[in-house]
Every structure is written in C-alpha cells, then in structure tokens.
C-alpha cells in the first residue's frame, strides 16, 4: 500500500523560505510523478507542481513559478507570500497529467505579513 508523510510546515512570516519533505512508502513501481496540491480555507484544490521521476520533467504553476523548486522528495519553497497560506498535500500517480492518485494527510503552512 502506499502511503505519503508530509513534514516540514509551519508559521513563517511574508519573504521567508519553508521546506516541505514528502516520504513515500508501499511503491512498486519505477516510474511515477510526485505532485503537491494546496487547498486554502473556503477554497478548492489547487496543483502546485509535480515532478516525473522518470524524465525529471517539471511543472508549476504560474502562481509559484520561479519561487517554488519541486524534488522527488521535496517542495522547496522561497519568498513566501501571505496568499501561499494553505494546507498543503502531497500526491503520487503515474505521471503529471494524472499525479494525484495517492494523497498524503496534508501539512500546515501560515503565512503573515
């Protein structure tokens, strides 16, 4: 079965850096794509970024990109904003188009001004 631990959360202040860990256990399989979604309180789901483990390929969304650097294990995450306020998850599936066949719990981030 797999399973994803999400770690590394927390309250930072507007201009500082989180790094979010994601452990994942259970895979059978060589090839898949790690993604990380965020949901903000009265909102949906919103896909961050992924990474395919087989072709290094990346994605982000524009809201992130160029702040945001997405690993295998990791979401590195720098110049914070207030607006990057949210839960955030981690997800694995067979690759980009699809990476959220298997969730996490979610780890808290909080961002102030």
């Known amino acids: 079965e797999v399973q994803l631990v999400e770690s590394g959360g927390g309250l930072v202040q507007a201009g500082e850096s989180l790094t979010l860990s994601c452990a994942a256990s259970?895979?059978?399989?060589?090839?898949?794509?790690i993604g990380w979604f965020r949901q903000a309180p009265g909102q949906g789901r919103e896909r961050v970024a992924c990474?395919?483990s087989e072709t290094g390929n990346t994605y982000y969304a524009s809201s992130v990109k160029g702040r945001f650097t997405i690993s295998p294990v990791s979401l590195q995450m720098n110049n914070l904003r207030p607006e990057d306020t949210a839960v955030y998850f981690c997800?694995?599936?067979?690759?980009?188009?699809?990476?959220?066949?298997?969730w996490g719990q979610g780890t808290q981030v909080t961002v102030s001004s």
């Open positions: 990474v395919d």
């Open positions: 997800t694995l599936g067979g690759d980009c188009a699809s990476p959220d066949a298997y």
């Open positions: 259970g895979l059978t399989f060589d090839a898949y794509a």
